[in-house]
């Protein structure tokens, strides 16, 4: 009996988590200009990183870092497809509820505010992966071309990298929202996130680019688990034990984040608290 217990409220827990994630991609899908103009600025900016890159691989004669023109636009090129659903950019709701008292709310209900949040941003991601991924995609295979994998087992492997990539960068920004609880003005944290994770994750260019010691620095952090590693797996760049091995890194990534995000919330939670908030 004991383990039907379990295993009811593992479902349940399951369901309730479908049903929000259900929910997120409901809401954000009413928001289709907005995707739109996404879509339109994803595909601008990827025509001036494909540009610059294939330049770059030109001007190092043909190769680099085993990329060569047409790899390199597909890495662009995929990386805009994925931007919208892993979402690095400046995301501030709980910071926000958090400075009106609002938080307050989340801490009466029964449901985990950090499970309700990371369900919703999973919906989002679904959501955006179409309408802002495809367009661009298409267009930089129509101006520079693009080498996609013939075998589906990439693609496959891929729609889990990317699951969990959108779950580190949905904790990373968690955990800078979570630095309401202390400080007023989180722009300086924000600022500086966005720049270590824009820099750190392979969206300016990729990380196998970068010397050996800011390649290191960037495997002591989750950043390069945010784009960089989809985008590896998707295009066949890693396969096999190494692309599992990548995946290995996500999940480590994704789960210590989470813990920390649980531990700094309740902290916090009990901070706003002791103030009488």
């Known amino acids: 009996m004991f383990g039907g217990g379990v295993g009811n409220a593992v479902r349940a827990e399951a369901v309730l988590f479908a049903t929000l994630v259900a929910m997120g991609f409901r809401r954000w899908s009413t928001y289709r200009l907005a995707a739109l103009a996404g879509a339109f600025s994803n595909t601008v900016f990827g025509l001036v990183r494909a540009n610059v890159t294939i330049a770059v691989v030109g001007v190092a004669g043909g190769t680099v870092a085993g990329y060569d023109a047409v790899g390199v636009a597909t890495y662009v090129w995929v990386g805009q497809a994925l931007l919208g659903s892993v979402y690095i950019f400046q995301w501030t709701d709980l910071a926000m509820r958090i400075r009106t008292g609002d938080i307050a709310v989340d801490l009466g209900r029964p449901v985990d505010p950090q499970f309700a949040y990371l369900a919703g941003d999973l919906g989002r991601a679904a959501f955006d992966l179409i309408p802002r991924g495809a367009p661009p995609l298409i267009i930089g295979a129509l101006v520079t071309g693009v080498a ?12 889990v990298s990317l699951v969990l990539a959108v779950v580190i960068s949905f904790a990373g920004r968690w955990l800078v929202n979570l630095a309401g609880f202390w400080l007023m003005d989180l722009r300086g944290p924000m600022a500086t996130y966005l720049v270590a994770v824009s820099v750190l994750n392979g969206l300016i260019v990729p990380v196998h680019w970068f010397p050996d010691w800011l390649k290191t620095l960037a495997a002591c952090t989750p950043f390069p688990s945010m784009l960089q590693a ?18 290995a890194v996500q999940v480590g990534w994704a789960g210590a984040l989470l813990g920390l995000g649980q531990v700094v919330y309740r902290r916090g939670a009990r901070r706003l608290v002791v103030q009488g908030g």
């Open 230 to 247: 989809p985008i590896d797996v998707v295009t066949g760049r890693v396969q096999g034990l190494d692309a599992l091995s990548v995946m």
């Open 148 to 159: 996609l994998p013939a075998s589906p087992l990439p693609y496959l492997l891929g729609v």
